[in-house]
């Protein structure tokens, strides 16, 4: 599989870009507490592939790059 190389500084930029509980929320259209729910280690552990957070001391933090990764992961065939 071929990885696409950004093109300009703002399209690198925009893909590393530091999203905050709110931004994914609104990323994945849900509800912040669903955020929360998806990065506590209890959480963590009911999933086989865990949203990739960040704990930084202002607090949690998502990678643009890393959550779109992600949810790659979690699109499913139908049978």
């Not at 280690?41 to 998502?62: D, H, I, K, S, T």
Request: glycine share 6%; proline share 6%.
């Amino acid at each position: 599989m071929h990885e696409h190389t950004p093109n300009t500084p703002q399209e690198a930029t925009h893909r590393d870009e530091l999203l905050t509980v709110a931004d994914l929320a609104t990323v994945l259209k849900c509800k912040e507490s669903s955020i929360y729910n998806l990065t506590r280690r209890r959480g963590r552990a009911r999933y086989e592939n865990p949203v990739p957070v960040l704990g930084l001391p202002m607090g949690l933090r998502f990678r643009n790059s890393s959550v779109m990764a992600w949810l790659a992961t979690q699109e499913t065939r139908g049978a």
